[in-house]
């Protein structure tokens, strides 16, 4: 069975279900309230250990009760957490998601004993038997210190970098993720990262500009493509009744990334991913993504031949 290290950030989510955003000094009524793990790198662990790849999990939590729940979430889907750095006197990180009726979302994010997580908590040991690294952090220092480990090792890596590193440019950007096997992004992201009006004029900065091997850009419900040794492939979405796209991304990552462990071709990657993210999007919370076969039923009960 293939296994990946995920780095990055674990918090525990809490969300909220409502149509309208209250102003100053003003309230709304929520339609639903809901909670769970979260965090992007820890969502990522959680949704490939369901396609049936080993996962271990590097980030930080505080000594607080959201943090021991956290932990016990992760270790309970088989997640690996020998490796989380317990952090004394820091609260853990909280997300509080506000979730649209028509499944988009806004997030208020503290991000507490994520910060605390160093390069240094970073070692060759905690890397050592995986075959993939992957980074969900836009920290340049973590997602440097990770590509360093992993080519000297000889281990393949993806990097998410969010919101957080497109918004430090292409100058640094370019820099942290040269050398990358896969970058993944979502369109938002492209734009503000190659200063572009729409995703085509940022898909060719970015082709030209990102030296990794793949460049995944997820459209939302429009799927996804990738830039690959100068050829373009896109693959459209499925599209079923959108619930909460919170951690669609991370699940999109994630079966992308057991695609390529288990040898499937691009297109198949991206199919079978667009699959993965489809269904977790038609449920509630970040870590409602599906089970290996469960993507491939739904895959059958199409038509596909995979
Ligand atoms: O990618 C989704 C995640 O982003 C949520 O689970 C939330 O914790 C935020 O970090």
Redesign the pocket.
Known sequence: MPSVASIG?L?Y?IYLKTPELPGLDQSVEALELYTGG???AA?FAVAITRLGVRAKFIGAVGDDFLGDIALRDLASEGVDVSSVKKIKGMRS?V?V?LVHPDGGKR?I?YRGANMGLSPDDIGGEALAEVDHVHVASGRVEIILRAKELAKEMGKSISVDGGTALAKKGLEVASKALAGVDVVFMNQAEARLLAEAKDHREALDVIAKRIEAKEIVVTLGDKGALAISGGEFIYVDAFRLQPVDT??A??TFAAAYISARLRGRSLYERLLFANAAASLKVSRPG?RSSPKYEEVIYFLRSLGYKI
């Open positions: 950030n918090n989510d979260g965090g992007s969502n990180g997300v998601v997030m994010a919170t951690g991304g991370d970040a």
